[in-house]
Each structure stands twice: as C-alpha cells, then as structure tokens.
C-alpha cells in the first residue's frame, strides 16, 4: 500500500473553507484515496472516497490531482465540530486493512 | 439503521488475566475488522473477518485472536494481557468489497490493564 505524508497540524477560522492536502506519490493506478477523521477518543468517521476524478458529498470535497500523486480535502465551511484529526489513507485489493498514518489535527477556531 | 456497536465500552483488567471484546457490525455487512489504538502507535490494523474467514491479519502476537459468527458478529481476544495491551480497541464493518467499499467504525473499547 502507498504511503501517505500529511501536514502534522492545521488551523482554520470558523467558517472559512479548510483544505487539508495529502501527498501519496506512491500510488498505484488501482488504489482509492480515503479520508477519515477521528474527533477526540471515538471512532474514526468516514469522509470521502476517490479514484481518479474529484469527489464531492454533503460533508467534504475530495480533489486529486491529475497524476495522483497528491490530494485535497475540503470542508467549504469549517465549523468548531470540525476539529479533529484527519487522516488520509490510500487503499487498494479485497481487503479491508487501512494502514493509518498519524493525519493533520485540524483545530477551528472561533 | 443501526450503526456498529461495540461492548463493553470500558473495561479494567489485571496483568495476566484475558478479555473478550465483542462487536456487532452493522445489519448487512460481512466484513469486520479491529484497530488497537495507544498514544504511542496509532491506529494499528489488527485482523479482518470476512464471512467468518480470517482474511487478512496485521503484525501482532498470537495472544490476540479473533473470530466471527454466522451473524457476522465478531469478537477479539486477548491472553495473558500486559500492561502494553492498554488501549482503545475498535473494531470496523463494511460490505466486504474492499477498496470499493467504506468502513464504519464502531465508538471503541477502552481497556486499561493494572
């Protein structure tokens, strides 16, 4: 499985679109880009997903750069229930293991 | 629908003693998987059950074991717990597609071992 390297922490005012970049290099051309993000001491929630094209839910926006190498994942509009942190895993084959780096810890402030 | 649960949520242990964990997925999914998560590693992989099979397994001593039933409800054990075995256990359920296919997870088991 590729490797993922993100920022170790990030601020954002409430409000304000936060974008949190992920860098896999690595990738292979059948591995998803996930995001999950765990808010102090409960479960990891799932965010988005993505393949190839951008991606967008009620939650978040996933954008993956052309060649793969490198994604964004943007909450357009940050709230205080947003700080957490959030991790960027790059998965592939038939198997539910997600290897978890240590993810940015995203603090929003008032 | 429901969404995965996971019991107990707390749990105190003596050295030496053994836990069962247990964790109910939610309805549908065939695929469990269990996390330990401590301050000093992270998030670890610890195994994956898939319509009872064990399908993948991470790099941790044979005193962690798990298994699943029919149900698709699974449970962890642990032998012979060390202090080290503190942590919070989680456990994840998806439909078993693999990369095509979310995991949800569970709010955790917080074992702490004196």
């Known amino acids: 499985d590729a490797k993922t390297t993100q920022p170790t922490s990030m601020d954002c005012a409430e409000g304000r679109a936060a974008n949190l970049p992920c860098n896999h290099s690595t990738i292979s051309g059948n591995e998803y880009v996930y995001w999950y993000r765990q808010i102090h001491s409960q479960g990891p929630q799932y965010i988005i997903h993505?393949?190839?094209n951008n991606e967008t839910n009620e939650m978040a926006s996933l954008i993956i750069t052309e060649d793969r190498k490198s994604s964004t994942l943007i909450l357009p509009h940050a709230t205080l229930r947003d700080t957490a942190v959030y991790y960027c895993i790059v998965r592939v084959g038939d198997t539910d293991k997600l290897i978890f780096g240590t993810g940015t810890r995203l603090q929003v402030f008032p | 629908k429901a969404g995965v649960t996971q019991t107990p949520r707390y749990l105190i242990k003596t050295r030496g003693q053994q836990v069962t964990l247990s964790c109910s997925p939610i309805s549908g999914h065939r695929s469990v998987s269990w996390y330990q998560q401590t301050p000093g590693q992270g998030l670890q992989f610890l195994f994956e059950y898939f319509s009872e099979t064990q399908r993948n397994k991470g790099n941790f001593p044979g005193r962690f074991s798990g298994r699943q039933f029919s149900n698709s409800r699974s449970e962890m054990n642990v032998s012979t717990l060390e202090l080290g075995d503190s942590a919070l256990y989680l456990c994840?359920?998806?439909?078993?597609?693999?990369?095509?296919?979310?995991?949800?997870f569970g709010p955790g088991t917080r074992l702490t071992v004196t």
């Open positions: 994840a359920s998806s439909g078993g597609q693999g990369a095509f296919d979310e995991q949800y």
């Open positions: 993505g393949l190839k």
